[in-house]
């Protein structure tokens, strides 16, 4: 099925990591998205209280089109895997080219570098402040998997257009 966001209920996002960390149940070094998953279902009679301490919902809703295109972004265009980015519309705007330099965690190996060309297409709701970049990995196990233990730092460029020559003429 393919779906697309609609909207969210406006309460601030608690992080899952943070709270089992908080709680002694996970190292700080070692919250991903599967180490959190991983706690959740081994730990099913205190899932649902974790899960509590968030009360930030996201909704979203059935979106018709073909399974294979991504999803649509807040610039109203698919999502390309690798190439699409949600900025901080404060500061960067839609269709921005940026160049980013991070490494990747892909696989189980060390994370390799990835330096690529991307285009600010959707926004995060989270994502605030200069540098801050939301990268969109695709779907499928190993788009997840790259997603969910991505914490890397590195560089963003803002590509900016020139502007226009004066010509001196009135």
């Known amino acids: 099925m393919r779906v697309s966001?609609?909207?969210?209920?406006?309460?601030?996002?608690?992080?899952?990591?943070?709270?089992?960390?908080?709680?002694?149940?996970?190292?700080?070094?070692?919250?991903?998205?599967?180490?959190i998953r991983n706690w959740l279902e081994t730990h099913p009679d205190q899932m649902m209280s974790v899960l509590e301490r968030n009360p930030n919902y996201v909704f979203f809703r059935r979106e018709d089109g073909n399974l294979a295109q991504g999803p649509k972004g807040a610039f109203g265009m698919p999502l390309t895997a690798g190439r699409s980015v949600a900025i901080d519309r404060s500061l960067v705007p839609f269709a921005m080219p940026l160049w980013i330099e991070t490494k990747l965690p892909y696989g189980a190996g060390q994370p390799v570098t990835w330096d690529h060309l991307v285009f600010a297409q959707d926004i995060g709701t989270d994502i605030k402040g200069a540098g801050r970049a939301d990268l969109f990995t695709g779907w499928g196990a190993s788009a997840q998997s790259i997603a969910g233990n991505l914490h890397a730092h590195g560089r963003m460029v803002l590509f900016l257009p020139r502007p226009p020559a004066d010509s001196g003429a009135q």
Not at 19 to 29: K, N, R, S, T, Y
């Open 5 to 35: 966001y609609d909207g969210r209920n406006g309460q601030a996002y608690v992080p899952l990591g943070r709270v089992l960390v908080q709680q002694g149940e996970l190292p700080a070094d070692g919250v991903s998205m599967d180490s």
